[in-house]
């Protein structure tokens, strides 16, 4: 199994540009899980998916971002205008009801 | 508020020393809990889980657990640590199974330097 799969690897992009991150879950998984890392912050829930619906995305910091999960293979996070403070290492992960999350390689975005 | 609150954020210890690093919870009721680790550069892998039964728990690379429900505990050990050891380590811990899949909520992690 090839594991999580996130892309791009890294993103630098300018203010005010639009930014899509995707990600595709382990085959056979049911949940999706999007994740933002920062020193400052630490590691942040922003939403999660179960069997392709929204479940919480009380953690996605404003209307900038959308998530969105057509299909159990597939997801993207999009942000829109993006800003600087956005700057962050988005992680996907996906896990079976009942077993644990795995993690992909993360995005490192870097809006300047 | 219901959090997870690692005790550390900064440890330094040298090689074949031993190591525990604390977690503490505040849910009530029945959660299962992980031990994540981040070497640096890379994602999250996971150490070790609880879900029920001994509450002691083997993981991978000589790591262990102990769930302590009455401290709300679960510390992560290991007796002698290495160099390769390095990295961040994060508690988690699913409060809520439900009919809604497995939220994690996540400490802040500490970050283990072992120097050599």
């Known amino acids: 199994d090839a594991g999580v799969i996130q892309s791009p690897r890294h993103e630098v992009t300018e203010m005010g540009q639009e930014v899509t991150l995707r990600c595709k879950p382990i085959?056979?998984?049911?949940?999706l899980f999007w994740y933002r890392q920062t020193m400052m912050r630490g590691l942040e829930l922003l939403i999660y998916f179960n069997n392709n619906v929204p479940i919480d995305d009380s953690g996605m910091p404003e209307d900038r971002f959308s998530a969105k999960m057509p299909n159990a293979s597939f997801s993207t996070l999009k942000i829109q205008p993006s800003e600087p403070r956005d700057s962050a290492v988005y992680f996907c992960a996906s896990s079976q009801r009942g077993f644990e999350q795995f993690f992909g390689p993360g995005t490192r975005l870097t809006v300047l | 508020a219901q959090s997870v609150s690692q005790h550390n954020h900064h440890v330094i210890l040298s090689e074949a020393a031993s190591l525990e690093l604390g977690c503490n919870y505040s849910?009530?009721?029945?959660?299962?809990l992980f031990w994540y680790v981040q070497y640096p550069g890379q994602h999250l892998q996971l150490l070790l889980k609880y879900f029920s039964g001994d509450p002691l728990v083997k993981g991978i690379k000589g790591f262990e657990a102990e769930f302590i429900k009455s401290k709300f505990s679960f510390n992560l050990r290991k007796p002698s640590v290495q160099w390769s050891d390095t990295a961040e380590y994060f508690c988690a811990v699913e409060p809520d199974r439900g009919e809604y899949g497995n939220k994690l909520v996540f400490g802040a992690g500490t970050i283990l330097r072992v120097k050599s």
């Open positions: 085959s056979g998984h049911n949940s």
């Open positions: 849910y009530g009721g029945t959660v299962n």
